[in-house]
């Protein structure tokens, strides 16, 4: 019976793995609601390139590449998790205001080209290649220059 049981969960564990790390391309309008306001908000003027819905071990989340490079991510419910823009820079509605505001005292003209956002702090990258680390309250943490 031991050895049934064993083998029994060394299958679910193989199965698990195999079904973890599934990306599944999708249509826009396959994006939970709050993605597609947040990309007819913000990115309304790009093209969508690829969308994708990515299903990890105990995790969902969503991609949207566009044809510029442009890339974000969203977590299950359609919240923003990264916004990439490799060849522009994130759109200024996006960064929240007291990171903006130090931005543009401690770094005036640097655009923002990535942020990232999780349940612990928020990560930036300026063109000028310093990433700043901000708690969910927006107090600086680290500064890496690259």
């Known amino acids: 019976m031991k050895k ?4 029994l969960m060394a299958m679910f564990v193989c ?8 990306d599944v391309p999708i249509t ?12 007819t908000t913000h ?14 071990f105990f995790e969902l989340s969503y991609d949207v590449i ?10 299950r419910s359609g919240n923003w998790k990264e916004v990439n823009c490799k060849y522009s820079s994130v759109p200024a509605a996006v ?15 640097v655009a923002v080209l990535q942020i990232e956002k999780d349940d612990r702090e928020y990560e930036v990258k300026l063109a000028n290649r310093v ?3 901000f708690t969910l309250q927006f107090q ?3 500064i890496d220059m690259d």
Request: avoid cysteine.
């Open 66 to 75: 566009f044809t510029d490079g442009n890339k974000l991510e969203f977590d």
């Open 95 to 109: 960064v929240p205001q007291q990171i903006a505001n130090y931005i543009k005292t401690n770094y005036p003209g």
């Open 131 to 133: 990433e700043l680390t």
């Open 28 to 39: 826009v309008s396959e994006l939970p609601a709050s993605a597609q306001t947040f990309i």
């Open 4 to 7: 049934l049981a064993v083998v």
């Open 43 to 56: 990115f309304k003027d790009k093209k969508v390139a690829l969308a994708k819905k990515e299903t990890g």
């Open 15 to 22: 199965v698990s793995f195999v079904k973890a790390d599934n």
């Open 140 to 142: 600086l943490l680290d």
